[in-house]
């Protein structure tokens, strides 16, 4: 055995980084094990041609936690958020468009040309989104409470939750209240008629997820992204890709005396007398330590890593029960010239932000019926970005790269497997649907890449190619993530803590899981001293 | 203005609910006249013969929720209340196959294990769950909804008489409320079970009413609304009510008349009187005005609010609550004079197994594709059905040798793209007669009428807004201290003396009396206020 640690992190994405820089901080020595050549996880950048360097998982950043990055000192580890402006461009086959930026007069001018109503609604309901987010923002800072009894500092956090939503005012809190449950087609009925509007606000709150904007609990889901983004028109990114996030935080770890070791894969943890004592790794080495956090998602840790004969029948059953259902797939695509999109000229600004092909809600409504039956959308749903836009030295000379999130591709087909005949019909989808927009992108296509939910669970362990380790709903959210009565980041082997985004809050890589684990651990920590 | 008629309370709406708060408020020595714009008493729960010798409930066609107080405090059985019970669920399939769930425990059992060993096991074990889950919601069925945003001492009161309950449940029960109050009805059921008949005829009462999929999160907590009925321990209230459901409104109707109440057909109000903020009494649209200190409107929230009140006379966040109020019907029904009994091809002859509901739920699949074609706005080509032979139970009901069908239909959009019309009216009753006679091939000769409803019928024949059969959807931001409108789901409304009692109203849709009997409740906590 070789020397032990404090603090095993096991996985080196955003939350399992957070989480070691904050055990790290706290005076614990601690070892990060990732088992790809690179830190970052689903949030790293890659080069996938000599030259193209692709964010092959998530492709735009969450703004981190104020304390996050106050504590962690990312800014001075190289880490710069960027703001693309517009943050939005949302083609339509007619040769229209709708351009939505931060600043709300270039979002009102465009809107204006599908309805002026909705020109004149748009900044109260950013006023409105801004307002549900910031609660929301509160609920993601606070480790949720034990339920249905909560202790008495539970229910002074919940107090303080309470009192936070009070200061919004009394219709404040109703609305909040109203609208967390509701559908995206329910919520923007009561705001807006225009459709691209509805469509691109619609991708924003089912990216991610299974379900269509027509499903009950969406709405949360664009709010989140209010919380996580500033506004439901932002595209947020890492200077030089989204690998810089990860590197920051790494960089950080480090920095507060972590020790990152890649291509080490975790074969299973070590129990002594039924409490977490180390990791073996598939090399057979073995290495010790009091506490182990997993990154990975509560599935793979548990199941997976652990040994469920461990565990107590009714805690894996409710282990099984979560859903996972990766509906989620990547292409990226090497262009020899940027997309020329009917009806806009030239390589305006319209292409530094996200390129959203959602041109009505009933759109992505439709594009998620097929997930629903196992296949993948005929007409799907999909983001794309050109970061080579802003900064051209992410491909060679001339040449930009596009890396396009595309929904939905079910992680369960029903007819077939994900092999690689079903990715490269995935990605002639994506390209011919890109061509009715901006006809000379098929032509311009040098080389591509796919990226299926399946190829996400083998590359970064996502369970089911789920990107969030847990479907988003309200049903696997706060106290019931991952599983109801264990959302403090302890599981039910003494030592051994989830800090993925498979625990609350969740979501984009905010790095909020990893904040909270850590901060239950060292609260353990000092309870067993 | 005197007292024209010597009334004190009016109440709108001679349906139930409205005839169940004119009971209870005659009971406290009230005088009451309830105003029934139709010929008849009952709403929607009627029971009209529409052909001569066929009786049909036109509606509202089983009792289930019916509150076991209303039945007992207003001695509805000495009024001619009779509940034949419901005895079995046929599901029919399309390979000739079947599933029956029995009156019988014994038989079901064996019937399911003919599907499943695993879950004939599951089933009983669900049984219990959901029963502890119907009593777990059964002391807030009837309750008036406190709310959360009030500092009041009285909601405080009920907030924590709400928060003792729920921690009395315990953990593993609250959880499992927690999920059936989020999840959709078919995520919840394949976490218990494996046969799709099975889950598609169960989660089918998780659509009913709704517009919604059964895998759209939300149905998981109609399904329940619909079994707390079903399993409630004080009362066998599932089943036909003996002369159709009309004879439900006919008791309650009766016990009123003997309690003193005056009940007026043919008489429809045109407005409500509004004095300095109060409401003093109705004008009928003939032009007479009848006065009283209390009015009480039995309509849905829409069309209380929005035609029968200036807009003046309330608060413009009130109306604006109520314009965004939803109530968008989902559903028809069909109603078939028969020559003949159908003849089913899995399952031939005239057995026990048409004498409870038929359910045209084959698969989880099924209801789903169903629902896909309504969200764009067209009704279902293959519909999923219950129906029901009243006459099989109840004789009375048609001539000797002849039966009456009753088909409730999902879905039927009330927004239909071109709207409705007669030429669409037969045409979505040709889908229903031909999707029947696939399973049951004589029932197109069996057929001597036919009488087709569609969500548009509803609101013009029945007053239903939008069609929608429970007074406007049963979606969590619908519910309890939200139903109808945030502050004001303690039945009063903005103007003095002026309440509501309808199924807009907690605790919702239903045969249930319960909206009404809280609501004269408080009304009379409220005395000559």
Known sequence: MSRSFDAIVIGAGPNGLVTSAYLA????????????????????????????????????????????????????????????????????????????????????????????????????????????????????????????????????????????????????????????????????????????????????????????????????????????????????????????????????????????????????????????????????????????????????????????????????????????????????????????????????????????????????????????????????????????????????????????????????????TWDAAAADALADTVVETLGRYAPNLPGSVEARHVLTPAGMEQKWSLQEGSVFQGEMTLDQFFFARPVAGWARYRTPIEGLYLCGTGTHPGGGATGNSGYLAAHRILKDAKGRR | MGREGGYDTIVIGGGHNGLTTAAYLARAGRKVVVLERRHLVGGSTVTEEIFPGFKFSVLSYVVSLLRPEVIRELELPRHGLEILPLESTFTPLPDDDYLVRWADHDQTRAEIYRHSPLDADAYDRFGQLMYRMALAVKPILSMVPPDPTSLSPKDLRGLLRLGKHFRDLGEADFFMLYKLM?????????????????????????????????????????????????????????????????????????????????????????????????????????????????????????????????????????????RRYRSVGSSGKVNLALGELPNFTSLPGDG???????????????????????????????????????????????????????CFVQYAPYALNGGWSDEKREAFGDAVIDTLSQYAPNLKSAIIHRQVLTPQDMEDEFGLTGGNIFHGELSLQQLFFLRPAPRWADYRTPIRGFYLCGSGTHPGGGICGGPGRLSALEILKDGAR
């Not at chain 1, 998530?58 to 517009?86: F, M, N, T």
């Not at chain 1, 030089?240 to 920051?248: I, K, T």
């Not at chain 2, 084959?362 to 009243?390: N, T």
């Open chain 1, 25 to 416: 901080r706290a005076g614990l020595s601690v070892l990060v094990l990732e088992q790809r050549d690179r830190v970052g996880g689903a949030a790293s950048s890659e080069e996938l041609w000599p030259g193209f360097r692709f964010d092959t998982g998530a492709h735009r950043s969450a703004q981190l936690h104020p304390a996050i990055w106050r504590d962690l000192g990312l800014g001075a580890h190289g880490l710069e958020l960027v703001r693309s402006d517009p943050g939005v461009f949302v083609p339509l086959q007619d040769g229209r468009h709708l351009l939505l930026a931060e600043s709300a007069s270039t979002s009102t001018d465009s809107i204006r040309a599908f309805s002026a109503a909705d020109a004149d609604r748009w900044a109260e309901f950013n006023g409105f989104a801004e307002m549900v987010a910031g609660f929301l923002s509160a609920v993601f800072s606070v480790e949720p409470p034990e339920i249905p009894a909560p202790s008495r500092s539970d229910m002074f956090a919940l107090g303080r939750l309470g009192l936070g939503l009070r200061k919004l005012g009394r219709r404040e809190m109703e609305e909040v209240v109203r609208v967390l449950p509701m559908s995206c087609l329910e919520l923007l009925d009561e705001w807006f008629e225009s459709e691209p509007l509805r469509g691109v606000l619609a991708g924003v709150a089912v990216q991610g997820g299974a379900h269509g904007p027509m499903a009950t609990g969406t709405a949360f889901n664009l709010f989140r992204r209010v919380a996580e983004s500033g506004s439901p028109a932002a595209l947020l990114r890492p200077r030089g890709g989204v690998g810089r996030l990860s590197e920051a935080l790494a960089s950080a770890a480090r920095g507060a005396g972590a020790e990152i070791r890649t291509e080490s894969r975790v074969k299973h943890v070590l129990l002594k007398e039924g409490r977490a004592a180390g990791v073996a790794l598939e090399d057979g080495t073995e290495i010790s330590a009091r506490t182990v956090a997993s990154g990975a998602g509560p599935g793979v840790t548990l199941l997976g890593l652990s040994d469920p004969a461990m565990l107590d029948p009714e805690f894996v059953r409710a282990l099984k029960a979560i859903r996972y259902r990766g509906a989620t797939a990547k292409v990226h695509l090497a262009l020899g010239e940027l997309p020329r999109f009917e009806g806009i000229e030239g390589a305006g600004r319209h292409l530094g932000g996200a390129i959203s092909i959602s041109p009505s809600l009933e759109y992505v409504e439709r594009a998620s019926d097929a997930a629903k039956y196992g296949r993948v959308s005929e007409a799907p749903y999909l983001e794309a970005v050109i970061p080579t836009v802003a900064e051209p030295e992410l491909a060679p000379q001339g040449k930009h790269g596009m890396s396009v999130l595309v929904q939905y591709a079910p992680y369960h087909l029903r007819d077939g």
């Open chain 2, 182 to 322: 989020t999840m959709s009805s078919a995520d919840f059921l394949d976490e218990w079970f494996e046969t799709d008949p099975l889950k598609a005829t169960m989660s089918a009462s998780g659509i009913i009413g709704t517009f919604l999929g059964p895998r759209s999160p939300g149905t998981a907590y109609v399904q329940l609304h619909h079994y707390m009925g079903e399993i409630d321990g004080a009362f066998r209230a599932w089943g036909f009510a003996r002369g159709g459901t009309g004879a439900v409104a006919e008791s309650i109707a009766s016990a009123a008349r003997e309690l003193g109440v005056t009940i007026r057909e043919n008489t429809t109000v045109g407005q409500v009187i509004v004095r300095g903020g109060r409401a003093v009494g109705v004008a009928l649209e003939d032009g007479e005005e009848i006065m009283a200190r209390t009015v009480v409107s039995g309509l849905d929230p829409r069309r209380t609010f929005l035609r029968l009140v200036d807009e003046g006379d309330l608060p413009q966040d009130f109306v604006r609550a109520i």
């Open chain 2, 352 to 406: 026990h197994h048409l004498r409870g509901a038929i359910s045209i739920s084959p698969s989880q699949d099924y209801l789903e594709r169903a629902y896909d074609e309504a969200k764009y706005g067209e009704f279902s080509s293959h519909p999923y059905m219950d129906v029901i032979i009243p006459s099989l139970i109840d004789p009375g009901m048609a001539p000797p040798g002849k039966h009456v069908m009753s």
